[in-house]
């Protein structure tokens, strides 16, 4: 069994920071890309940073220049650096991971509980 555990979310002022981040665990022979998701209320589920396992990213234009992908692959953890925080970056934040288990044949895509974060003005 594979688990993705978000942690970080909270309420932050606009222009304030946070950093998000998710742990891979369980049986795991390795870790394809992994990525960050959004969903707001009455919206869609929106890809938000995606970083390769060679740590080749890519952002949605909404976030280029505040928002930072990372990942510690010795600790199987994807991080979400998240800067000059606006009200309209509300929302779910769900991580995702294509992981190929231990055992497996085929990488799955695996996604977090999500994490909550809220920006005031």
């Known amino acids: 069994q594979v688990h993705l555990v978000e942690s970080g979310g909270g309420l932050v002022q606009a222009g304030g920071s946070l950093r998000l981040s998710c742990a891979a665990s369980g049986r795991i022979f390795s870790i394809n890309a992994m990525g960050w998701y959004r969903q707001a209320p009455g919206k869609q589920r929106e890809l938000v940073a995606h970083?390769?396992?060679?740590?080749?990213?890519n952002y949605a234009d909404s976030v280029k220049g505040r928002f930072t992908v990372s990942r510690d692959n010795a600790k199987k953890t994807v991080y979400l650096q998240m800067n000059s925080l606006k009200p309209e970056d509300t929302a779910v934040y769900y991580c995702n991971a294509a992981i190929l288990a231990s055992g497996s044949y085929f990488v799955k895509e695996y996604w977090g509980q999500g994490t909550q974060v809220t920006v005031s003005s």
């Open positions: 970083i390769t396992s060679g740590s080749s990213t």
